[in-house]
C-alpha cells in the first residue's frame, strides 16, 4: 500500500491576520472591554494569514445556521473537486482507476454527501464505494489514510480516494463571545486535500503504509468537539489537549513502534497535525523530536491555519513535494482529535 | 466600589459565564478550588473585564492566585480609572 500522490486546493480568498483581526474586532468591539485581549490571542496562535471560503464581506449575510451551511455545500465541491483532480494529475492515475471514494469534514453537512456530488461533477466511476466520514475532527486525515489503506489492503489493485475539505470559517460563531470561540476564530482556516491510496498491485511511488494505530481515551469527551446551537456548530475547547499529548502520545508512539520492533530514534520524518502553538510545544517535548523536526508543521500553521483534518494532509503533501525523505527513511503521521483520540500512521518514504 | 461589592459582581461572572453553583469567596483559589484551566481563567478575566468595564493587567493574570486576588485587581483598577 503507497500514498500515490496528494492533491491540493485553497479557496481564492486570503487574508493576513491582522486584516481579518480587523474584521472581527468591529465585529466584537462592542461586547468586550478590552479588546487587547482579542489581539494577544490572535498573535499567540501564531498564524500569519488564511484562506477563506468567502470573500470577508461576504459572512455578513449569512444570519443562519442554512445560510452557512449553503454556502459550504457550494464551496465544498469546488474546492473538493480541485483537490481531487490536482491528486489525480500529479499521480498519472485515471479516475477509472479508483474503487474507493472517503470523504471526511467536520465543518458542514450535505445528503447526499460531497463526494456523490462529485461523482456526478466530475464524472467519476458510478460503482465508486462512498465513505462519508463526518465527525472525527482534526484526527480524520490521518485516520482517512488509515481507513483507505484498509479498504486497499482487501482490494490490493484498487486505489482509495480520500479527500478532506474544511470550511471552518463557516462555522464561526457570531454571536458566541467565549474564549474558545475567540481562539477559533484567530486559528482555523479553508481548504481541501485529497490522497490517493493505491493498493500493492498498483504501481505508485509515493511512501509505503507499513502499519496503522487508533487510540482512544476515554471518558475525554469534552477535551474538544462541538455542540449544536440553533446557529450551527459551537465550539468546545478545553485546554486539555497539550495535557493529553503529555500524558499519553510518547507511551502511545513507542507501544505502536515497539510492535514492530522499532523505536522513535527508528523515525527520520514526522508529519504531524498543527493543532496549535502549545500542542506542538508539547508534542515536541513528550516525545523528544530533534530541533527542526516538525518545521514543516509549524510552517503551515504560520501559512494557512489550523485546517482541521486537512492540516495533516497539507504537511503530507508539502513534505512529499518539497521535503522529501531519503528512501527507505522510517516517518511517522500523526493527528489527535476529538473523542478524545489519537492515529498513528508508519510509512516508509 | 468596595471588595463586597466586588465579590457579588465577580460572583455574579462565575455564575453566568463558568456555571459556578454556589458561593465564592475571597480564599478560594482559582486553579485548585474553582478548577480552572488556562481558558476558563481567561474567561473569568475577560468577562469580569467587561462587567467592570475595566482593563486588568494580561501580564498580571498569572498572579492571580486566588478569588481576592482578583477582587484586588479590580479594585485598583476601579481606583486608577475613576475621575
Keep these: 500500500m503507497r500514498i500515490a500522490a496528494v492533491g491540493r486546493a485553497f479557496p481564492a480568498h486570503y487574508y493576513d491576520q491582522e486584516t481579518l483581526l480587523s474584521a472581527l474586532l468591529e465585529l466584537w468591539g462592542q461586547r468586550h472591554h478590552n479588546l487587547g485581549r482579542l489581539e494577544s490571542l490572535h498573535k499567540n496562535v501564531l498564524v500569519g494569514g488564511r484562506h477563506l471560503a468567502l470573500a470577508i464581506e461576504d459572512y455578513r449575510q449569512l444570519d443562519t445556521w442554512g445560510r452557512a451551511n449553503d454556502a459550504w455545500i457550494r464551496v465544498a465541491q469546488e474546492v473538493g473537486e480541485a483537490a481531487v483532480a490536482d491528486a489525480l494529475d500529479r499521480a498519472g492515475l485515471s479516475a477509472e482507476k479508483l474503487g474507493a471514494f472517503l470523504f471526511v469534514t467536520v465543518t458542514g453537512v450535505a445528503t447526499p454527501s460531497i463526494e456523490a456530488r462529485l461523482i456526478n461533477r466530475m464524472r467519476l466511476p458510478v460503482n465508486l464505494k462512498r465513505l462519508p466520514i463526518f465527525g472525527l475532527g482534526c484526527v480524520a486525515g490521518a485516520a482517512g489514510i488509515a481507513r483507505a489503506a484498509d479498504y486497499v489492503k482487501a482490494y490490493p489493485d484498487q486505489v482509495a480516494v480520500l479527500l478532506s475539505v474544511e470550511l471552518c470559517s463557516l462555522t464561526l460563531q457570531r454571536g458566541d463571545l467565549s474564549i474558545p470561540n475567540l481562539i477559533a476564530s484567530g486559528l482555523f482556516g479553508d481548504g481541501a486535500a485529497a490522497v490517493l491510496v493505491a493498493g500493492d498491485e498498483v504501481p505508485a511511488t509515493g511512501p509505503k503504509i507499513l502499519a496503522t494505530r487508533s487510540i482512544f481515551y476515554p471518558e475525554s469527551e469534552r477535551v474538544m468537539g462541538w455542540d449544536i446551537s440553533e446557529q450551527g456548530f459551537k465550539i468546545v475547547l478545553s485546554a486539555g489537549v497539550p495535557e493529553v499529548v503529555r500524558e499519553h502520545l510518547r507511551e502511545d508512539v513507542d507501544a505502536f513502534l515497539a510492535d514492530r520492533g522499532l523505536s522513535r530514534s527508528d523515525i527520520g520524518s514526522w508529519v504531524a497535525h498543527p493543532g496549535g502553538p502549545k500542542v506542538l510545544e508539547a508534542m515536541q517535548e513528550a516525545l523528544e523530536l530533534p530541533a527542526g523536526a516538525l518545521d514543516i508543521t509549524w510552517r503551515s500553521l504560520r501559512e494557512v491555519g489550523n485546517l482541521s483534518s486537512t492540516s495533516v494532509l497539507l504537511v503530507l503533501a508539502e513534505t512529499l513535494e518539497n521535503h522529501r525523505p531519503a528512501p527507505g527513511t522510517l516517518g511517522m503521521i500523526t493527528a489527535m482529535g476529538p473523542g478524545f483520540c489519537s492515529e498513528l500512521v508508519l510509512v516508509e518514504w | ?83
Design chain 2, 1 to 83: 466600589m468596595n471588595d463586597r461589592e466586588i465579590l457579588a459582581g465577580v460572583s455574579a461572572v462565575a455564575a453566568k459565564h463558568l456555571d459556578w453553583q454556589g458561593p465564592l469567596l475571597p480564599e478560594m483559589r482559582l486553579v485548585e478550588d474553582l478548577r480552572l484551566d488556562s481558558i476558563r481563567l481567561l474567561t473569568l478575566a475577560v468577562e469580569v473585564e467587561n462587567y467592570f468595564r475595566v482593563c486588568l493587567d494580561e501580564a498580571d493574570d498569572a498572579g492571580l492566585a486566588t478569588v481576592a486576588d482578583l477582587v484586588a485587581a479590580v479594585r485598583r483598577k476601579l481606583a486608577r480609572e475613576s475621575p
